[in-house]
């Protein structure tokens, strides 16, 4: 081979890598009971900016719901109560996904 061939397919493997590494999207995450990681840890903190939003908008009288849904620790365990506040959040239209069951 000569150099031109070389240094276009040196050209051609970076370009690759580099559209791997910074352009492809990246695969949705499946998280469920149990999940642990930094991927819980921004569920958890969307979470709380949704929970935050929710009661700005809907302020309630009473303090019981507010008393159930305090924010969630962000701890990046997808425990009961991460999934808890999820599907609260859905019925309240807060979330409008149907992947939440």
């Known amino acids: 081979m000569n150099k031109k061939m070389i240094m276009i397919a040196?050209?051609?493997?970076?370009?690759?890598?580099?559209?791997?590494?910074?352009?492809?999207?990246?695969?949705?995450?499946?998280l469920a009971l149990?999940?642990?990681?930094?991927?819980?840890?921004?569920?958890?903190?969307?979470?709380?900016?949704?929970?935050?939003?929710?009661y700005k908008a809907n302020p309630v009288s009473s303090d019981k719901a507010q008393v159930y849904y305090k924010p969630l620790d962000v701890d990046g365990i997808f425990g009961d109560k991460t999934l808890a506040m999820l599907k609260w959040l859905k019925q309240k239209d807060t979330i409008t996904t149907d992947e939440i069951k």
């Open 10 to 30: 040196a050209f051609i493997l970076i370009a690759i890598a580099v559209y791997f590494l910074f352009f492809r999207e990246k695969a949705a995450t499946v």
């Open 34 to 54: 149990g999940s642990k990681g930094e991927d819980v840890k921004s569920l958890q903190t969307w979470l709380n900016q949704l929970r935050a939003a929710y």
